[in-house]
Each structure stands twice: as C-alpha cells, then as structure tokens.
Antibody, heavy 116, light 107 residues
C-alpha cells in the first residue's frame, strides 16, 4: 500500500524556519516526481513545489521562491521542504503528494502555523 | 499564470441527483486538467486526469469532459459519501494551479 506520512509542522514565529519531512513507502520512491501542496485554513489548495526523481529539477510557486527549498533523499525514501523566512500567510496544512502533476496519493498533511 | 474558475462555488442536491460542476481556464490548456475530491478533514484524492480519464478504483458515476478552456465534472447519481469539495487543476503551465473548489452537500 502506498503511504505518505508528513511530519515537522508546528508553531513558528514570523521570520523563523521549519523543515517538513515526508516519509514514503509502498512504491519505488526514486521513480517518481514528488510535490508539496498547501491549504490555508478554510481555503483552497495551492501547489507549492515539485522535484524530479533525481533532484535535478525543482520548481516553486512564486510566493515561496528564495525562501523554501524542496529536496529529497532517495536512499531514505524521504521528501523535504525547508521553509525559511516564514510569514503569516504561509500558515497552512502542508501535504506531500506523489507525482509531478497527477497528484496522488497524498499524505495526511502537517499543520504549519506562523504566528507571534 | 493560468487562472482557473469553477462554478458553482457550492451546491446542494438530493441523493440520486445528477450533479455538474464546470471549470474554466483563462487560456487553452488542451486536456491538461485533473479533478480532485477532498472530503472534510481529509487529504485530496485524484478522481479524473487528463480531463476525462477515471483514476483506477474511482466509481464510474464520476466523469469528466472538455478540452481547451471549458471543462465539466459530473456525478451521475449523487451518493451520501460524495459530500466533499471538488477541485479542478490545470497542468499545462507552471504553476499547476487549482480552481477555487466547489462544495457539494446533500439537500
């Protein structure tokens, strides 16, 4: 069974940093693009970033460019999102999802709250 | 960026009703359009990809159609378990943006 489990969310002050992790199992992780998508409380879905199988290509939504970094460790079947210079508007549930564009399956999400 | 709109933003229908949601892109996206279902408190789930292809395991009462800028998502016979918010998503261009969602509930 394909499983994605996010971790690393929490409460952080504006300007702070957080690193999210996504542990993958049940499929050949190194064969898939992987993505991060977020959802602010009560709002819709927003694609954040994706990364190619070997990490050689990475793409970001404009609002996080220069602040967030997506990475992966295929040996550990893990996906990461390093988030720096966090802002209140980054408050959201962050989901990892398999694939570049046909996103599925998804993890259960991890909540990031940016507040003083 | 390509702008995605959906209508209606919400709807109420009876069990067994046919439900139709439309999604419009601000420019031609060919058939690079997916539909997702998000039940309350849960992660989204891919239902339809490339505008009209049903993801494996998804009930056949769900269908999609369209190309270019105008797309339709249909539930042929609404079931209680279909209560959810439905999102379209284009992937012709980066960023692969989602529509604002359509909330479906039972009348």
């Amino acid at each position: 069974e394909v499983q994605l489990v996010e971790s690393g969310g929490g409460l952080v002050q504006p300007g702070g940093s957080l690193r999210l992790s996504c542990a993958a199992s049940g499929f050949t992780f190194s064969s898939y693009w992987m993505s991060w998508v977020r959802q602010a409380p009560g709002k819709g879905l927003e694609w954040v970033a994706n990364i190619k199988q070997d990490g050689s290509e990475k793409y970001y939504v404009d609002s996080v460019k220069g602040r967030f970094t997506i990475s992966r460790d295929n040996a550990k079947n893990s996906l990461y999102l390093q988030m720096n210079s966090l802002r209140a508007e980054d408050t959201a549930v962050y989901y990892c999802a398999r694939d570049r564009f046909l996103l599925g399956p998804w993890g259960q999400g991890t909540l990031v709250t940016v507040s003083s | 960026d390509i702008q995605m709109t959906q209508s209606p933003s919400s709807l109420s229908a009876s069990v067994g009703d046919r439900v139709t949601i439309t999604c419009q892109a601000s420019q031609d996206i060919s058939n690079y359009l997916n539909w997702y279902q998000q039940k309350p408190g849960k992660a989204p789930k891919l239902l339809i990809y490339d505008a009209s292809n049903l993801e494996t395991g998804v009930p056949s009462r769900f269908s999609g159609s369209g190309s270019g800028t105008d797309f339709t998502f249909t539930i042929s016979s609404l079931q209680p378990e279909d209560i959810a918010t439905y999102y379209c998503q284009q992937y012709d261009n980066l960023p692969p943006d989602f529509g604002p969602g359509t909330k479906v509930d039972i009348k």
